[in-house]
């Protein structure tokens, strides 16, 4: 092991141009996929913000007593999906609706009688947000003969949830499809590099030295080249993310294990392309 980490230095000292020129490669070929996995970060975030609002909103009758506002509120919150019931009385939600609604305000101070009625809201727990859960719970409050009505927002939470939807699918085709041109382009880059030494291997070949004696140098060497490039794409893809959020809008930044998790994606797929590649010379020679 000692002689391929010698070698495999040694190539880099021997042709600098030539190593520079393959982790740079590696590097713009995971730029792509790295600036990718920002944008799909940010969805991911923005999609959750927007999933926490899912809620259940029920209705009460102006005659409801209060022992049955408290028997709905024990048995909705028994519901195991349910994470929190809240009971807004009219009183409450006159004053909440001078707050939110300025433009209202006048209408809601001159009114003799406050229109809006009681109410209970439903939070789920996170996970549990899903059309089909919302729906049961809305159900299930319902059925209660003091509720008027149990409003959920059905063709936004339709929506919400099939754009979550297309937004994994997208994830997983366009992702893929990166992580393969980045694969290409990696191979492309290293097999350049080990043409250039075909006839070092080729004398290597001539003096008795094993297939796996040849191949251990090279496939450090193009690990050390995915490495150098992951890092490359990583100062690239955070400097992307630094210009778009001091001049365009603000963005999180990558959890760090997809770093780490990035990085030793350049390393693999420089270690396998690098195998491949030189694999074709031995049978060559």
Known sequence: MSYAVREALAAFRRAPVLAGLSAAMVGLALFVVGLFALATYNLQLALAAIEERVEVVVYLRDDTRQSEIDMVLEELTAIPEVRLVSYVSKRDALERARTELPEFGELFMTAEVNPLPQSLEIELRPGDRSPRVVERVAAAAEGYPFVEDAQYGREWVDRLFALRRIGLASTAVLGGAFALVAALIIGTALRIAIFARREEIYVMRLVGATSSF?????????????????????????????GVYSYLFEIAWVPGTWILGGLAVGSVFGMFSSALAIRRHLREV
């Open 214 to 242: 040849i191949r251990r140098p090279f496939l450090l060497e193009g690990a050390i080249a995915g490495l150098g490039g992951g890092i490359l794409a990583c100062l690239l893809t955070y400097g992307t993310y630094r």
